[in-house]
């Protein structure tokens, strides 16, 4: 009986812990989830200040290229104005003598200004800033109406249409370029024909060249000079950007060229605006940023516009062309979109116009004028398949059919120009698929 007893114990005992064991296991697992969890929390949070964190360097990157091609052009300026020293000694010397000749003819003659005195007069004539060009359309600018567009948000962009039309061009998806295109790279998959484009050279100013020119005692003492002097005509111009309200991109691209121009009367714009802690730089260089973002865009489009084929042109060398082109339309199209939404934030908040970054803007009118590279490119192809003169035609017809599904994915369709050209090269390349 004492056996039993004891054995009944033992068990009892054995349970009591095994139970305590699996609430202590179960809550250690209850703990490793939450711990789980809230590391799956962290790792999102992550993620999401990664990804900003990214599109602020891409934006940052793009505003530092503009600015270094600004301050590349305001250095080059600068050692222009500084090459002859000489030429300013001489001047004073020459005022010197003037001045001395002066004071001894002042007895015998009626009293008149100085030839001291002309000088500063007409340093006050240059002082006199010319008016900022007039906006074609006005924005409100009043503390009011500010005040009231902060309160009430502005409605999100509208979404793309299906269709994009400009003018009288209609542009609709062709499911076809992407099974041509499909079917001809099974053929073969490790063909590759990209052309690079040819990198433009920076001009680089050395270390030593930007050193010589700061050490140089007269660069100081212009820059102490317009700091003292041209207060009143920095002041203005302070004001003209504090207050500066656009509808239209084109207004800011006058605008910015006015500012460029005013400021370029300084000796050297970034060293003398360091003293001038209230100049608006956010707002400066974003509505710069914003002129030459649109400046470069419009050239870009209207070259595209204009582009024609040579037909007297070799054929790499054409065909080489137009990839060049369109490398240059989806690099500058995707850098843009890539940085569209904080730049609109920037730019809603300092009153530029940010509708131009659209699809249904300029954005949109790019991604159409890449439908004359396509039906150029396609026309070319064609006619050289048709000729049965060229060597690789399977190649041919590989380029052709990539380039066409490019453009069809840039720019969201063919119209009506595009898809005839492309049926044509269609026909040709099936009849060459079925052999």
Not at 367 to 389: F, G, H, P, V
Request: glycine share 2%.
């Amino acid at each position: 009986m004492r056996l039993q007893s004891s054995s009944v114990i033992i068990l009892m005992k054995a349970e009591r812990e095994s139970k305590m064991r699996k609430e202590e296991d179960e809550s250690l697992i209850i703990y490793l989830k939450k711990e789980v969890e809230a590391a799956l929390l962290r790792t999102d949070s992550l993620e999401k200040e990664n990804q900003e964190l990214q599109q602020e360097v891409v934006r940052l990157k793009a505003q530092i290229s503009s600015l270094k091609a600004h301050d590349n052009e305001r250095k080059s300026m600068l050692w222009k104005k500084l090459q002859n020293p000489i030429d300013s000694s001489k001047t004073d010397v020459f005022l010197q003598k003037q001045s001395d000749f002066v004071k001894v003819s002042e007895e015998h003659s009626s009293p008149r200004p100085s030839i001291q005195e002309l000088p500063s007069r007409k340093e006050k004539l240059a002082k006199v800033p010319n008016p900022p060009p007039r906006p074609t359309s006005v924005a409100p600018s009043s503390p009011k109406e500010v005040n009231s567009n902060k309160l009430s948000p502005a409605p999100p962009p509208p979404p793309p249409p299906p269709k994009m039309s400009v003018g009288s061009k209609t542009v609709r998806r062709v499911p076809e370029v992407a099974e041509f295109y499909r079917l001809v790279t099974r053929r073969d998959v490790h063909m590759e024909n990209r052309i690079n484009s040819a990198a433009i050279p920076v001009v680089a100013f050395t270390p030593s060249m930007i050193g010589e020119i700061e050490n140089r005692s007269t660069y100081l003492s212009a820059i102490k000079s317009d700091v003292e002097k041209q207060k009143e005509f920095i002041n203005f111009l302070i004001k003209e950007v504090e207050s500066a309200a656009f509808k239209e991109i084109s207004d800011v691209k006058a605008f910015v060229k006015w500012l460029d121009d005013e400021l370029s009367s300084l000796v050297d714009e970034r060293a003398v605006l360091k003293h001038f802690p209230q100049w608006p730089e956010r707002k400066a260089d974003a509505l710069r940023e914003a002129a030459f973002n649109y400046r470069d865009l419009i050239n870009l489009e209207s070259e595209v516009s204009s582009f024609q084929d040579n037909k007297k042109e070799p054929l790499i060398q054409a065909l080489g062309r137009m990839q060049a082109l369109q490398d240059r339309l989806e690099r500058s199209v995707n850098n843009t979109e890539r940085t569209r939404e904080s730049m609109i934030k920037r730019y809603r908040d300092l009153q530029i116009p940010w509708e131009w970054l659209l699809n249904t803007g300029l954005i949109g009118q790019i991604k159409l004028s890449s439908l004359r590279l396509a039906k150029d490119y396609l026309k070319r192809i064609t006619k050289e398949l048709q000729l049965n003169e060229c060597s690789g035609e399977e190649n041919l017809l590989l380029q052709g059919a990539r380039f066409a599904y490019r453009v069809h994915q840039f720019a969201g369709g063919f119209d009506a120009e595009t898809t005839h050209a492309f049926q044509e090269l269609k026909k040709i390349g099936m009849g060459s698929l079925k052999q």
